[in-house]
């Protein structure tokens, strides 16, 4: 049993984490895109909703379709850096990827965590342990190729130890990005390696003044514009009927975004608490 335990490369592991990987013995699911029909369908979806993000979508829907082509077990987003304005969608976008491919997605703000531990998680013998996002979204959801978002990349700093040794964000996700170094990557908290070449990486940011050329070079860098305010209404008329509001709303928001000076910079977060205001007011009855 003893060398049954060594062979398994597991044998360092407590009885808690091995009851955490325990789940990944009869192996986890890949979702794939099974025809170039339906790669068509989810492309022309998403670009209904959202055709200022036209760049974004073109990029999945090639993807997908090279990914029925040659036979994949599993469709991945080659990791793809989606910059431009804020307000445009680009998380909103990644959203409706997840939800047309009927795979997870994990959000990771870049302001908020600006650590790689939340990507690769931390080695034993730090004050807090536990293993990373992309790999805790495999163990809860038993799907190897989840979809994981960085929002405002640019914006994450480097952490620096003691010691002078630097747990940037940028730096923790290069072999990650990397399909090859990713399929043999070995996990800091568990110690063994996982192939981690699945998982679809979309990050977004605002600015690339602030992202390595190492960094940048790992990745399919999309450009995207501010959304016009013709788009802003069409989107706010489709949004709001998804919504359940009644046309003299929808028409009352619309008629507030046509109305704006042009010279006010508005986006889709405006539209959105725009529409959620008026589902407030009819909730309560206002008519006015």
Not at 59 to 77: C, N, P, Q, T, Y
Not at 82 to 92: A, E, F, R, T, V
Not at 104 to 121: K, L
Not at 226 to 240: H, I
């Amino acid at each position: 049993m003893q060398r049954r335990d060594a062979l398994s490369g597991t044998s360092h592991l407590s009885s808690d984490d091995k009851r955490k990987l325990a789940v990944l013995r009869n192996g986890v699911d890949l979702v794939e895109i099974k025809t170039e029909h339906r790669a068509d369908e989810i492309a022309a979806a998403i670009h209904e909703d959202m055709p200022w993000m036209a760049p974004a979508t073109d990029f999945l829907w090639k993807a997908m379709r090279r990914s029925v082509h040659v036979g994949e077990l599993g469709f991945r987003l080659p990791p793809v850096l989606l910059d431009g304005p804020p307000g445009i969608g680009k998380s909103m976008w990644s959203r409706q990827l997840g939800r047309h491919l009927g795979v997870p997605r994990a959000a990771i703000e870049g302001t908020a965590e600006q650590a790689s531990f939340v990507i690769n998680g931390s080695q034993k013998g730090w004050g807090t342990t536990f293993p990373g996002r992309p790999i805790q979204t495999i163990l809860q959801s038993l799907c190897a190729n989840p979809i994981i978002v960085i929002d405002e990349i640019e914006k994450a700093g480097k952490p620096t130890s003691t010691n002078g040794q630097t747990y940037g964000l940028q730096d923790g996700l290069l072999p990650l990005l990397e399909r090859s170094s990713a399929a043999t990557w070995k996990c800091p908290y568990f110690q063994i390696n996982f192939d981690m070449s699945w998982i679809s990486w979309v990050l977004t940011s605002n600015s690339l003044a602030t992202l390595s050329a190492p960094f940048l070079s790992r990745l399919e860098v999309l450009r995207l514009s501010q959304v016009s305010s013709v788009q802003l209404s069409e989107f706010a008329r489709r949004e709001g009927h998804k919504r359940g509001l009644s046309q003299p709303s929808v028409d009352a928001v619309v008629e507030a975004l046509e109305n704006v000076s042009r010279t006010d910079q508005l986006n889709l977060r405006h539209v959105i608490r725009m529409l959620e205001r008026g589902q407030v007011l009819e909730a309560a009855g206002t008519r006015h």
